[in-house]
């Protein structure tokens, strides 16, 4: 079905290639921007709410220390995404090669000691002085750039293992081993599906993604092998209640928070397992917050709007006026809608614990400033597709 959809694209393409009407830029998808901003609204909302307690006890009384932070990275994120809105996307493609190359190179510069900062075991941030760069989530747009660049021209060479599909896998490879080395797995594993997902909607067959399903999984054990708290969590998914104070700890108290939120919640800022029971509640688990303080209701208003962006980014890309926005746009939905999925999952102990951030909600500077340049690409991309 991907691969159908694909050709019929590029056949659009073909066919429209010449009309002008696809080279004159038009309004943008203004249900997509409402979307955003209300996630945005919503997230910052609940980052106050989710820190404030330990905001309190850690910054030396601040309860809104951690929101303020949020706040101006929201405030320089809305400013990118402007910027991108009216960046012609097709620009992106000219500059691959400059744009594949700053991210491989802050992922080497993550890893040196000196540039990179150490944190709780892995080596994630580049210190700027006034504050720190997450390079993953630069990777993460690099990748997804770099493939729909390439295939939007050699998309022909997918039929191929050899020579189509294997290039790229090693290209991924090459990414995802340069974080493993951080290491911060939760990203190789955006990363690998996201690149998935591209490879498939630009033609790859999926019997030569079933044939690495030997390769994989010799992987994943290697994985373990390397890094034996893979596995402790794998263990911890299966029992959490074997160590309820130690590796269990944090999916428990996810669990508790949901459970009591019941379905109109305890009410906004009345969350009682944010009181230093689920560690930085305003990070990976902000999702167990909003379901305590605003139970089934909030849980499925949120994944309705998640359900909302989702959508339009497809459509978007569905309407692209060329391949390499058909592709950037399904990657970048696609990468959005992973994120949501896992980030769930996780909170509600459907998989074993692993840092993956909520988009638009979780506490992060350069999480949410990539967010909304995505977003602005999205929205730039819409700007030459057809009324949607």
């Excluded at 659009?12 to 309004?27: I, M």
């Excluded at 691959?96 to 075991?121: E, Q, R, S």
């Excluded at 050699?154 to 490879?173: E, M």
């Excluded at 890094?227 to 794998?234: K, S």
Aim: with cysteine; charged share 10%; aromatic share 12%.
């Amino acid at each position: 079905m991907a691969r159908a959809y694909a050709f019929r694209v590029k056949e659009k393409k073909a066919n429209d290639k010449n009309t002008p009407a696809l080279n004159r830029a038009h309004a943008m998808d203004y249900q997509l921007l409402a979307i955003a901003i209300a996630l945005l609204a919503f997230g910052l909302i609940m980052v106050y709410s989710a820190s404030s307690p330990s905001a309190y006890i850690y910054q030396k009384g601040d309860s809104a220390y951690y929101f303020k932070y949020q706040f101006i990275w929201a405030i320089v994120g809305m400013v990118a995404m402007a910027f991108m809105i009216f960046y012609d996307y097709k620009n992106l493609s000219k500059h691959i090669i400059l744009i594949t190359a700053v991210c491989l190179l802050l992922l080497v510069a993550v890893l040196i000691p000196g540039i990179g900062i150490k944190l709780n075991g892995a080596r994630r941030w580049i210190n700027l002085g006034i504050t720190t760069f997450q390079a993953d989530e630069a990777a993460k747009l690099g990748v997804i750039l770099l493939l729909s660049h390439s295939l939007s021209k050699n998309y022909v060479r997918l039929k191929s293992f050899t020579h189509g599909l294997l290039p790229y896998l090693l290209v991924v490879g090459l990414f995802d081993g340069l974080i493993i080395l951080e290491p911060h797995n939760s990203c190789v594993l955006i990363i690998t599906l996201t690149s998935g997902v591209i490879l498939i909607a630009a033609g790859a067959k999926i019997k030569h993604f079933v044939g690495l399903a030997i390769p994989l999984l010799v992987g994943a054990v290697a994985l373990v092998i390397v890094q034996p708290y893979v596995l402790q969590r794998v263990f911890t998914f299966l029992d959490p209640w074997s160590d309820t104070q130690g590796t269990g700890y944090q999916i428990i108290q996810s669990l508790y928070a949901i459970g009591s939120g019941g379905i109109l919640g305890l009410g906004l800022g009345k969350s009682r397992q944010k009181f230093l029971f689920i560690p930085e509640p305003q990070n990976d688990f902000i999702f167990s917050i909003l379901a305590e303080e605003l139970g089934l209701i909030g849980v499925i208003l949120v994944i309705v709007l998640f359900i909302m962006f989702i959508y339009r980014g497809i459509k978007i890309a569905r309407h692209a006026p060329d391949l390499f926005g058909t592709l950037t746009a399904a990657g970048i939905t696609s990468m959005i809608a992973i994120q949501v999925i896992l980030n769930i999952a996780v909170v509600t102990s459907s998989m074993p614990v692993t840092g993956i951030p909520l988009p638009f909600f979780s506490y992060g500077g350069t999480a949410l400033l990539f967010n909304f340049i995505e977003v602005g690409i999205l929205l730039s991309i819409s700007r030459y597709t057809k009324p949607i």
